[in-house]
């Protein structure tokens, strides 16, 4: 289907944790559902950061179909998969150790190519062409569903304000070195990638984004990184939010239904 202008976000907010955990896991599953019922399978892009610990209520839950997921990464940093600052490490110690998804279904980053960026982004982007190539006609793969998270600073993957792979509209994956977050050396998905995802949400929750979450949705000629995830019709982008970050924003609300 031909890709059309962005629609606005869809914002959810809960009043607390657990009510937000419980319907992003409705949410994800329906995502999955629809994924499989059309193409037999879910691919699946998360970030690290905190959206790990909001996963929790795909836990034992009798409606995820693990075998037919495929995990690729939305950012990663260029270290070691059990070192504190990998992503990998965030989302294998709090959803994959305690799941059944074949191993061979997650795509982590080769960590042999740590010390070649361009190599270790074109392997990634590599392991996207197998997976992607001749499954979608589209110019950029489309995942299921994108997840991801939002810095303080608005950042979203390991797309940061002001950078210049915010204009990039060719690469799948990028490389960076000069993250202003450490560890300096990440990849990430370009925002032609993200924007083309059958779905996107985000999780932002704490008091800490409430003001950012307020530039992001409500002032989003700043072009702040998150504000730059719209994706494409018949896509849609959403927000998963608690209260305290919502405290600010004046954007609408819309009631969660899964
Ligand atoms: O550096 C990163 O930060 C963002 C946001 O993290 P959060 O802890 O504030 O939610 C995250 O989404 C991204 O994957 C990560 O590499």
Not at 100 to 126: F, G, N, R, W
């Amino acid at each position: 289907m031909p890709h059309g202008p962005p629609a606005a976000p869809i914002l959810y907010t809960f009043p607390g944790e657990e009510p937000l955990v419980a319907a992003l896991a409705e949410f994800i599953i329906k995502a999955q559902d629809e994924a499989i019922q059309k193409r037999d399978r879910f691919t699946l892009a998360v970030s690290g950061g905190s959206l790990a610990q909001h996963l929790a209520g795909l836990i034992g839950n009798p409606g995820v179909k693990w075998d037919k997921w495929h995990i690729f990464f939305a950012d990663e940093r260029c270290v070691p998969l059990d070192h504190e600052y990998s992503n990998y490490r965030l989302i294998n110690e709090e959803l994959l150790t305690k799941v059944d998804i074949p191993a061979e279904q997650v795509h982590a980053i080769d960590t042999s190519l740590l010390d070649d960026l361009d190599e270790l982004a074109d392997e990634y982007e590599q392991g996207l062409i197998r997976e992607f190539a001749n499954r979608e006609t589209a110019r950029f793969p489309v995942f299921d569903l994108i997840l991801l998270g939002m810095g303080p600073d608005g950042h979203t993957a390991s797309l940061f304000p002001g950078h210049a792979l915010l204009t990039e509209s060719d690469r799948w994956v990028a490389w960076i070195d000069d993250s202003p977050k450490p560890p300096p050396t990440r990849i990430t998905l370009t925002f032609p990638v993200i924007n083309h995802a059958h779905k996107c949400a985000f999780v932002a929750t704490g008091a800490a984004k409430e003001d950012i979450l307020h530039t992001v949705l409500d002032k989003p000629e700043e072009g702040l990184p998150s504000s730059r995830v719209r994706v494409a019709q018949p896509g849609m982008t959403y927000w998963f939010v608690d209260d305290a970050a919502a405290a600010k924003t004046e954007y609408l609300r819309t009631p969660f239904k899964a």
